[in-house]
């Protein structure tokens, strides 16, 4: 289903906060996965309400309504490579799946440098997104770019709230940090980062659709805060408590 992960490749994630995973799906799998990918997202709405539509377009939870994906983010391998790389933490919960999809020829812009962390209503920040390349995504295509050890700095802060309030805007001095190198990712590639993590993505400047599966791990240990979060608002989650709930269910047990 997916390889495991190498002692090499979890001392580079721990060291920069991010990581790629080459050959990380087999081939005919991510064919499979590529046709079904193109088909969820042909019938997403094209509506731009947000900031973040104006970066990518995506189709939430699509595991909880496709067996393949399910399958792949369900599979003890991938859960066996979140929980060692995000150290100290004995199992993980799925927080998220999704596709996503940057549309060339102005269909969509670049993806402002952000942590994922800030809006989330974990009390703590163990938690990383896999983002599986579904088709070759060349460095121009909008692939991914990581300031490496930015998640050593803490929550630094929400973007995608207003225009101009990005990452880089608000701290100039990540700037001083090593921006990783462009990647050129084959199907199948993937890289992992930190959800404290500065990332962002240039616009997609090929003449083909970048296609992409990501799933979101978290510390299956984590407690609910509270904190307003549209996925979790409605759920009767307990604060102070663990995410018992269907919605997050535990991958794996290290």
């Known amino acids: 289903m997916a390889r495991d992960v190498t002692e090499h490749e979890v001392a580079f994630f721990n060291e920069n906060g991010w990581v790629r995973l080459p050959g990380l799906v087999g081939p005919g799998e991510v064919a499979t996965l590529r046709e079904r ?32 994906f399910r399958a792949l983010a369900f599979a003890p391998s991938m859960g066996r490579a979140a929980t060692r790389l995000l150290r100290g933490v004995r199992g993980v919960r799925i927080q998220v799946t999704n596709l996503l999809i940057k549309e060339p ?18 009390d703590r920040s163990a938690m990383l997104t896999i983002w599986l390349a579904l088709a070759d995504v060349p460095a121009d295509m909008g692939a991914l770019r990581f300031y490496n050890g930015s998640h050593r700095f803490g929550i630094l802060g929400r973007s995608f709230t207003r225009d101009g309030d990005d990452q880089l805007s608000q701290h100039p001095w990540i700037k001083e940090l090593e921006l990783s190198p462009p990647l050129d990712l084959a199907a199948g590639d993937a890289t992992v980062h930190h959800a404290l993590t500065v990332h962002g993505a240039p616009a997609n400047r090929r003449d083909q659709a970048r296609l992409s599966f990501t799933v979101t791990y978290f510390d299956a240990d984590a407690l609910y805060t509270g904190t307003p979060y549209r996925q979790t608002d409605d759920l009767g989650l307990a604060v102070n408590q663990p995410f018992d709930h269907p919605k997050f269910p535990v991958v794996a047990d290290a």
């Not at 709405?45 to 939870?61: C, E, I, N, Y």
């Not at 020829?105 to 974990?122: K, L, R």
């Open 37 to 68: 990918a193109e088909g969820h997202l042909a019938e997403r709405s094209r509506a731009r309400k947000t900031l973040v539509d104006q970066a990518f377009g995506q189709s939430r939870d699509v595991a909880e309504v496709d067996d393949a």
């Open 105 to 122: 020829g102005g269909g969509h812009g670049a993806t402002e440098f952000h942590q994922d962390f800030p809006w989330m209503p974990m």
